[in-house]
C-alpha cells in the first residue's frame, strides 16, 4: 500500500489545539496560550500501548485500564488559529516553528504503522493526494522520517518528566484522577485540562515569574477574543481563570 501526500500551504490545519513538546513550549511562551492536556484511552483502543508507554495507565472499573496522553498543549478552540498563521495561509515562525507541525501529516503519538488515515485531509483541507503527489507511506512505513523520529524521541524524553509528574499529581489531586476516569467511560472520549502550572516545577532552571509574565497578556488576550461567542463560553472560562492564575504568580 502507497500513500501520496503534499502540503499546499494551504493553513487549513494551523486551527484548534496543538500538542507540544516540553522544549517547544518553553520557547514559545510568549505566543501561546499553554496547558497541560490529559487524554484517557481506554485498553483495547486505538494507540492503547505507545499511550501508555509515553504517559500513564489509571484504572477503571471492572479492573479494566485506561492509558492516559499527557501532553502540553496551545489551547485553541478549533474555530480560531495559530496565532502565527499569516494572512496568505503560511506559518510567521516557520523556521522554529514546533515540532509537531513540522511532522505533520504523521504523528509520532501513534506507531508508525498506524498512520494512513491521517494521510486523509479533512473536507476543508487542500492537501494534495492525488498520484501527483510524491509517496510519503508504503507498506506502513514512513518514506522520509527524519521529523518522525525527531518527534517520537523527543516524546520518549518528555516522558521521563511527563510520567511522574502526571503520577504525582494524581494522587496529590483525587479529584483530577476521578475526572479523568470519567472522562475514559464516555464512549466519545474526551479530553481533561490542567494548568500549565502544575508542570513547571518539574521543569529545571524555569522561571515560573517570568514564565507568567509571558502568559498573563496571551491568556487576557484570548479572554477578550472569546468573550462575545456563546459557542466559545468553555475556552472563555479558561482562559480568564488562567489569566487571573498567572497574574496572581507574576504579581498582578
Not at 499553554?34 to 472499573?61: C, H, N, Y
Not at 506502513?140 to 511527563?162: H, P, T
Not at 479572554?223 to 472563555?236: E, G, Q, R, S, V
Request: aromatic share 8%; glycine share 6%.
Amino acid at each position: 500500500m502507497e500513500r501520496s501526500f503534499s502540503c499546499p500551504t494551504c493553513g487549513k490545519c494551523c486551527y484548534g489545539q496543538l500538542p507540544l513538546a516540553i522544549d517547544d513550549t518553553l520557547a514559545h511562551a510568549d505566543r501561546f496560550p499553554l496547558v497541560v492536556m490529559w487524554t484517557p484511552v481506554r485498553q483495547g483502543g486505538r494507540s492503547f500501548d505507545i499511550t501508555a508507554e509515553l504517559g500513564i495507565t489509571i484504572k477503571l472499573r471492572k479492573r479494566k485500564l485506561a492509558a492516559v496522553q499527557i501532553s502540553p498543549c496551545a489551547y485553541l478552540p478549533p474555530t480560531l488559529p495559530c496565532p502565527e498563521l499569516t494572512a496568505d495561509g503560511l506559518c510567521g515562525i516557520h523556521a522554529t516553528k514546533p515540532l509537531r507541525c513540522r511532522t505533520m501529516p504523521f504523528s509520532a503519538y501513534r506507531d508508525e504503522a498506524d498512520q494512513a488515515d491521517l494521510l486523509i485531509p479533512r473536507s476543508e483541507w487542500m492537501c494534495d493526494t492525488s498520484p501527483d503527489a510524491p509517496v510519503v507511506y508504503r507498506d506502513k512505513s514512513i518514506l522520509d522520517r527524519q521529523n518522525y523520529d525527531a518527534e517520537r524521541a523527543q516524546l520518549v524524553r518528555d516522558a521521563a518528566i511527563l510520567k511522574p509528574y502526571g503520577e504525582w499529581l494524581l494522587d496529590s489531586v483525587p479529584s483530577l484522577r476521578m475526572e479523568i476516569q470519567k472522562v475514559a467511560m464516555k464512549p466519545s472520549g474526551g479530553q481533561v485540562i490542567v494548568s500549565f502550572s502544575t508542570l513547571i516545577p518539574r521543569l529545571a532552571k524555569v522561571d515560573i515569574y517570568a514564565f507568567a509574565r509571558n502568559q498573563l497578556p496571551i491568556m487576557t488576550a484570548y479572554a477578550k477574543k472569546t468573550a462575545n461567542d456563546p459557542t466559545l463560553t468553555d475556552f472563555h472560562k479558561r482562559y480568564a481563570d488562567m489569566a487571573g492564575e498567572w497574574g496572581k504568580i507574576g504579581g498582578n
